[in-house]
T-cell receptor, first 114, second 115 residues
Framework: GESVGLHLPTLSVQEGDNSIINCAYS??????FIWYKQESGKGPQFIID?????DKRQGQRVTVLLNKTVKHLSLQIAATQPGDSAVYFC?????????????FGGGTRVLVKP | GAVVSQHPSWVICKSGTSVKIECRSL??????MFWYRQFPKQSLMLMAT?????????EQGVEKDKFLINHASLTLSTLTVTSAHPEDSSFYIC???????????FGSGTQLSVL
């Protein structure tokens, strides 16, 4: 079936450097994409979202890029901090899906080294 | 942002007993809530869609008689794990949104350990 997947299972980054987390999706009908951050023992926390009519969206220290041609999504974290250490999931909602039924990717663990 | 409260945050029970997990939307009404299951180092797996005032919609492979879902009001959905077994031990998470096709807010999760 269609799914959302990730290239890198673990990313180690030096504190202060920029982080880039990648995600490949296979459902070309997907309309809405979201990045979530999950710390150990907690529920996912919304980071940023983007709709398919956009290529880029910026938040506070984070930027999401969407390349519909190659069905690729990325999350960029500027000046990575120790508090950014967590697992990051991309998720998608297909256009034809009812409500907010999300499909999650496999997740990338980000480890920030001091 | 909207707040989704999940309770309890962790529970330990004996095999064969039932456990109820509550999910509440604190400052908004949610006609639809979702229940997920997550094993260690894995992604979230959607178990079912909880619809206020009607039966839940279960994903393929999820036993509806095992995982009972009740959505009696616009702010509360419950998941009951019936006759729990050690293999039911997992992290259970609920989510809800204010509007359809908008971002979901997640509860803090419930760690279930069945002895």
């Amino acid at each position: 079936g269609e799914s959302v997947g990730l290239h890198l299972p673990t990313l180690s980054v030096q504190e202060g450097d920029n982080s880039i987390i990648n995600c490949a999706y296979s459902n070309s009908a997907s309309d809405y994409f979201i990045w979530y951050k999950q710390e150990s023992g907690k529920g996912p926390q919304f980071i940023i979202d983007i709709r398919s009519n956009m290529d880029k969206r910026q938040g506070q220290r984070v930027t999401v890029l969407l390349n519909k041609t190659v069905k690729h999504l990325s999350l960029q974290i500027a000046a990575t901090q120790p508090g950014d250490s967590a697992v990051y999931f991309c998720a998608e909602i297909p256009i034809k899906a009812a409500g907010n039924k999300l499909t999650f990717g496999g997740g990338t663990r980000v480890l920030v080294k001091p | 942002g909207a707040v989704v409260s999940q309770h309890p945050s962790w529970v330990i029970c004996k095999s064969g007993t039932s456990v109820k997990i509550e999910c509440r939307s604190l400052d908004f009404q949610a006609t639809t809530m979702f229940w997920y299951r997550q094993f260690p180092k894995q992604s979230l797996m959607l178990m079912a869609t909880s619809n206020e005032g009607s039966k839940a919609t279960y994903e393929q492979g999820v036993e509806k008689d095992k995982f009972l879902i009740n959505h009696a009001s616009l702010t509360l959905s419950t998941l009951t794990v019936t006759s729990a077994h050690p293999e039911d031990s997992s992290f259970y998470i609920c989510s809800a949104s204010i509007y359809s096709n908008e971002k979901l807010f997640f509860g803090s999760g419930t760690q279930l350990s069945v002895l």
